[in-house]
């Protein structure tokens, strides 16, 4: 293991706070010589002193005395970031809606931080981006206000946008012609938008244990895009003030070290199929033992251990005997997918044969769709998309007959019962359960699959399971081609082969292939 700690540009801390005396949004140095800086210190005791008295769980709204310093609006903090000369600068907000609304904000409130040129230039970028989209997706997708925003050189960024968009935002960032862009923690992995200013616009957020602040992990990890090589010779970090964070509580967490790497590595049934096809059983055991998560748990058995209870659940389910494969096992070797065994036993189970290539993408989203992508909350700004509805019965058309709904449903209520067999099988043998499959959104995908609007599969999609992001929908589309490719190259009936290859050009068309590369033919 190697570990890198020098930065190749030095990071500043800084940190944000607006003073009500004299309605200035002031950037103190967070850290000083490696130490809490004094400034910021004198923050946090003239909010202490305008606190005492004041009941526990107080919050600094309503009526009486204010507090000395606020947080400060969006607008006064990109204001004194551009006098400072600390823009392009990536604002980190955990929410996506947040994001959305952050851009709305401050376009509403008049910020406009491009020239005529540079506005000319993003519009031809999103233009030439957007261009194999019809009008009417591109009015679903909110186009107008969103290439308002990249306009005025501020955009969001988050995966519940549709990936031209996301595009469209990275491109422009990297050409510098965006100043601010709003966006989640996932633009922190893996994303090369390196800025000259980090923001971060809340030093809280929600995780399993409820509200807590940042680690210094992931201060970490959100601070790294700070600095740009080659254009900067120092990066930023700014943290804003709130009546939650203390500047001592924000300094001590930039000062702390980063935590010791952990590995999330764990023996999947895909490897596991492998390992028994391409070794004996000791020697697969010291691959194993050679990884990083072995050498971390310092116990030589764990990912053994951990194998033979895989092995066990496969032999249970004549994947694999006396440590050689079957049929199956070598169908499964070829399958990567989380859920790679539920797909091996899908297809064992005729679950994908005998039906239309769209019912087959719908059984097999079930795989793939994670029902908390899906909210049954009010629309994120602008609503749920309008949704095309049979006048008939004032149902959303999706306009697939009882006859194919009825087959659709028998497959998908029989990949869970063939799901509760395996989780069964994992219980005994003390392996991690498979996730369980979701139907939720198969009839959508059907619909889409069927040649439904963008517009009316969303509409299909709210109806069935809540509102699914443009984004994520996207992204599912693109993960069920996938996986329905793989299942084009292990089936083992012909039908089935041709069904699942004609349902791949099914999904990917319209916004979810917007972007991608054209297929060679």
Sequence with gaps: VIVERHRPIVLRHLFAAHRREDDETLL????????????????????????????????????????????????ELIAALDDEDLLP????????????DAVHQVVRDGVRLTDRDERATIRQIAEARVESLSDEDLGVLGYD???????????????????????????CFAAGLLRVVFATETLSLGINMPARTVVIERFTKYGGAGLASLTSGEYLQLTGRAGRRGLDEEGHAVVVWSHETTFSEAARVAMAPPPDLRSS???????????????????????????????????????????????????ELHYVEDWSLTASGHRLARIYHESDLLMAEALANELLDGTEPAILAGVVSSVVFEPRRARRLAGHRGGRPPVRRDRRRGAVADRLGEKRLADLRWRCDALALVAEHIRAAEEAHLVPRTRQPSSGLA???????RGASFETA???????????????????????????????????????????REAVGLLLRGVVSAGLPVPER
């Design 458 to 500: 969303l509409g299909v999609a709210a109806r069935d399971v809540g509102d699914v992001a443009p984004g994520d929908f996207v992204r599912t589309m693109k993960s069920v081609a996938d996986l329905v490719q793989q299942v084009a190259h292990v089936a083992t009936i012909p039908a089935t082969q041709r069904g699942a």
């Design 28 to 75: 103190v140095p967070l850290l000083a010589n490696g130490k809490a800086g004094g400034e910021g210190q004198r923050i946090d005791q003239a909010v202490r002193r305008a606190s005492q008295g004041r009941p526990a769980g107080w919050q600094p709204r309503g009526r009486g005395p204010r507090l000395p310093y606020r947080s400060p609006l969006r607008t």
């Design 89 to 100: 600068a990536i604002v980190f907000i955990f929410s996506r809606a947040a994001c959305d």
């Design 265 to 315: 590595f764990r023996p999947t049934y895909n490897l596991a199929v492998n390992l028994v096809s391409r070794f004996d059983q000791d020697t697969a055991n010291e691959v194993l033992h050679r990884s990083f998560a072995q050498w971390q748990a310092q116990r030589a058995d764990l990912l053994s251990l951990q194998l033979s209870h895989r092995v066990a659940v496969l032999e």
């Design 145 to 171: 206000d969103w290439l308002e925003g990249l306009s005025a050189g501020v955009a969001a960024h988050h995966a519940g946008l549709v990936p031209v968009f996301r595009e469209t935002v990275e491109e």
């Design 443 to 449: 009839t959508a995908v059907v619909s889409w699959a």
